[in-house]
């Protein structure tokens, strides 16, 4: 929604779609159910030209979609906003981070979104800790109408686990005081 918001104001015009994989962003970012071309209005959706990994807005806005898993393709092309998805599930997470940072060089304040269940890594403490980063957190009971009954009551048996603090209630969990082992 977001990027959607951006892209309508004019306030940004080249922008990069970072996933795992290439595919990834096709599958999710961009086709997804809640992807860009699924919440885009008719007058305003963009043209998915998939042989040239990208999205042509009709006000000429642009994006481009990478992998992380070739983080180094980011070297070169130049943004001024970028929207990353999955992100601790990347097998590169700072090289992707620090590849895409040099690359959003255009415009007077270059944005980046990330967008993540969060995991116990030690970079996305160190983002979370950055003065120049805003912290955002949900649940996923926050977006129960658009929910599958069926998950909902599957999220039951999570109840008091890692597991639901972690994927349903957005915390970054680092230790467990039942284990006989800690994670460090």
């Known amino acids: 929604e977001t990027i959607k918001k951006w892209v309508k ?3 940004y ?3 990069a779609l970072v996933a795992n994989t290439i595919k990834e962003v096709e599958q999710v970012m961009v086709e997804g159910q809640s992807g860009i071309l699924a919440i885009s209005d008719d007058k305003d959706r963009p043209e998915f030209i998939s042989s040239r990994r990208m999205l042509v807005w009709p006000n000429g806005a642009i994006a481009t979609f990478y992998g ?3 983080y180094e393709q980011l070297r070169g092309p130049q943004f001024d906003a970028a929207w990353v998805d999955e992100f601790a599930k990347f097998q ?3 090289e992707t981070f620090e590849q895409l940072s040099l690359s959003l060089r255009l415009g007077k ?3 980046m979104i990330l967008t993540t269940t ?3 890594l030690q970079f996305i403490k160190d ?3 950055r003065d120049d980063v805003v912290t955002v957190r949900g649940t996923s009971l926050e977006n129960a109408k658009n929910l599958s009954p069926t998950f909902l009551k599957q999220l039951e048996f999570l109840k008091g686990t890692r597991l639901e603090a972690q994927e349903i209630y957005g915390e970054i969990v680092s230790s467990n005081q ?3 082992w800690s994670w460090d």
């Open 178 to 180: 039942n284990t006989l």
């Open 9 to 11: 104001l004019k306030k």
């Open 127 to 129: 983002l979370i800790a």
């Open 92 to 94: 590169y997470p700072r």
């Open 68 to 70: 992380s898993e070739c």
């Open 118 to 120: 969060p995991r116990p």
């Open 13 to 15: 015009k080249r922008i």
């Open 109 to 111: 304040k270059p944005r």
